[in-house]
């Protein structure tokens, strides 16, 4: 069997992607089922690119023709799944990042109003009343 073009260069981006899911796991950024997803992502993407004949056992339970067909409709499906997954992630560091706001504003008040003579923030000052001073007339 001897590789053509787009399968090494293939190859190499799986590898490359297979290190920094490596690296990600170990720096904790993903946790293990994620690591496992992408890992098996990966290694499917290597053997379809190592045996791209491989692709043709699959086309007639798919009722497709050509390879490029199905690899463009599976990639489009996978794109969606990946989109969803990610829209999930983004509202839930929206709520986070809410809470965190709203958690930090109620401090912030709590020491301005509550206790303005213990501010003990660095280098930070008691913010003064908004209110304008009334002059003596």
Known sequence: MQLKGI???????????LVQTYIFYKKKRYNLW???????????AAITFI?????????????LQ???????????IVSYMLLFIIYGSLKDLK???GEIA?????????IENIHPKQ??????????NSKPKEENQ
């Open 66 to 76: 050509t390879s490029i067909f199905a690899t463009l409709i599976l990639s489009t």
């Open 102 to 110: 709203q958690s930090q504003a109620i401090l912030r008040y709590d």
């Open 7 to 17: 399968q090494i260069l293939g190859i190499v981006l799986v590898a490359i992607a």
């Open 95 to 97: 709520r986070k990042i």
């Open 34 to 44: 994620d690591f496992l997803l992408w890992v098996g992502i990966w290694i499917s």
């Open 119 to 128: 501010i003990n923030i660095e280098n930070s000052k008691p913010i003064e």
């Open 51 to 63: 045996y791209p004949g491989i692709a043709n056992l699959v086309l007639p339970a798919l009722t």
